[in-house]
């Protein structure tokens, strides 16, 4: 029971940040149509990530802030590192003049 | 954000919230400080409202209590332990443990003790509360120190628990075998810090104390109303000196929880000039002849006098002391606290000490005003943090 519910709590504070990220424009300027959705995702996964992280190197307490800074990296970090990879996937695969 | 595009406010601020978030999320998870803040922040409100609130029960780990015997050449040692039902995370290596020497009257089912011992095990440490048959019977022993040190020595091989940060928590009476365990050479190198709530420092000057009715504040004296409790434990702790005549006697004089009638003169007349002086000193009659009276002791009770206090092995700790005493303690006057303070700053030994008025003695006072939360919430926050920072 008290797994689920951390998790729970976890998903519910990674929105958050997630919430705060898309309020700050983290999300890059290619994800105009849902990209807000993904950095929420984004935020609760990482937030999720997080905590059982901090559960498990630093005890149930410690949890709760690793989770946070984790989320708050996540949505700073993975939108710009996402779009970057698919630009350069889109790059890749673009024919090249013989 | 293109040139000459001016960032609305609502960014911005979303943004600065996250840096924060981010800031205080790495300082409460990764630095040593930051995590014993944490657990300070979780504990200081169980502390103040005696149990333990949703989020230290909803964050803190499950815990699990054994009680355990040990035996010693004076006698058993009870143990109740308090730990976290989960195992010790790898960071930052090993559970902290305190020993608790809960001091003469112990009782193991008092709520507060269990409330303390339960939220710190809620917070990954390991809590073990010392009683012996002493304690239970209101006699300070300095025999009890053998507990204290057989305690310690069985926490540093205690499952999970690092044995660099063991740490002795001491109430009351607990500060004599407490401070000889932790001068003991033994173990003397190895305890992390030993935090003391209403200890004294010597107790013929408590005798003094107690005869004049009066402690000195910073040089000013100042009348102290003395409870029945310290007046029945010295009256225990000294009658295996007396004879079994005089022990009924004073011991008859100063019960628990009340102030009987003094001593009749025929009755003060059936004792020895040692334990009539004994007696006047507790009774606190005569406090224009406290110096005579103390002189008139035994040399057996000196030596106990002596034997019982810190003051003798202040020199042979190494530790550091945080020193923290009700303001109004009826127990034991604050008086002690600042001369235990004022031989640790000549010795330059670390040490703080902080004066409250949010304990009665050791228990937390209830219908406590906005005004006394503020001026000693901080303080008492800050010496929990210097107690769980040794594991954190």
């Known amino acids: ?98 | 954000m293109r040139v000459g595009q001016r960032a609305k406010p609502g960014r911005v601020v979303a943004r600065v919230i996250l840096a924060l978030l981010f800031c205080l999320g790495c300082f409460l998870s990764l630095v040593p400080l930051g995590r014993a803040v944490m657990r300070s922040s979780l504990l200081l409100p169980a502390l103040l409202s005696a149990s333990s609130p949703a989020p230290l029960k909803l964050i803190g780990d499950p815990v699990r209590y054994t009680s355990r015997t040990l035996s010693t050449p004076n006698g058993p040692v009870y143990l109740d332990i308090y730990e976290p039902a989960t195992p010790a995370p790898p960071i930052p290596g090993g559970r902290e443990a305190i020993i608790n020497v809960v001091g003469v009257g112990y009782y193991r089912h008092d709520p507060q003790l269990i409330n303390l011992s339960e939220s710190f095990a809620r917070e990954g440490i390991v809590v073990v509360n010392i009683g012996t048959p002493a304690m239970f019977e209101f006699k300070i022993s300095a025999q009890d120190a053998q507990a204290v040190v057989r305690t310690f020595e069985l926490m540093e091989h205690w499952p999970g628990v690092n044995p660099r940060h063991i740490g002795l928590l001491v109430i009351c009476a607990g500060i004599t075998p407490a401070s000889l365990a932790a001068a003991d050479p033994r173990i003397r190198d190895r305890v992390a810090f030993i935090a003391v709530l209403a200890g004294y420092f010597d107790v013929a000057e408590l005798l003094r104390n107690l005869g004049t009715r009066s402690q000195v504040i910073n040089g000013h004296v100042q009348p102290w109303h003395a409870d029945s409790t310290p007046l029945y434990t010295l009256a225990r702790t000294v009658s295996d000196l007396l004879t079994p005549t005089e022990s009924r006697l004073i011991e008859g004089a100063f019960p628990l929880g009340k102030y009987n009638p003094p001593l009749t003169r025929q009755q003060q007349a059936r004792l020895s000039p040692a334990a009539a002086a004994f007696y006047h000193l507790l009774e606190g009659d005569e406090p224009g002849s406290v110096d005579r009276n103390l002189a008139a002791l035994s040399p057996q009770m000196k030596a106990l006098l002596v034997r019982l206090s810190p003051k003798s092995v202040i020199g042979q700790i190494r530790a550091p002391i945080y020193l923290l005493h009700e303001r109004n303690d009826t127990i034991v006057p604050f008086s002690q606290s600042l001369e235990f303070a004022g031989a640790l700053e000549r010795l330059h030994h670390p040490y703080t000490l902080a004066g409250y008025g949010i304990f009665s003695h050791v228990t937390v006072e209830s219908n406590l005003g906005l005004a006394q939360w503020l001026s000693d919430g901080p303080k008492l926050f800050m010496a929990i943090t210097r107690v769980v920072q040794a594991g954190s």
């Open chain 1, 1 to 98: 029971m008290l797994p689920l519910m951390l998790s729970l709590c976890w998903l519910g504070l990674g929105m958050l940040i997630g919430a705060l990220a898309n309020a700050a424009k983290l999300r890059p300027a290619a994800w105009a149509r849902r990209g807000w959705m993904v950095v929420l995702g984004i935020g609760a996964l990482v937030a999720l990530l997080g905590g059982w992280l901090g559960a498990a190197l630093l005890g149930l307490t410690f949890a709760w802030p690793t989770a946070v800074w984790c989320a708050v990296l996540g949505v700073a970090l993975l939108p710009r590192l996402i779009a970057w990879w698919g630009a350069r996937r889109r790059a890749y695969r673009r024919p090249r003049p013989i």
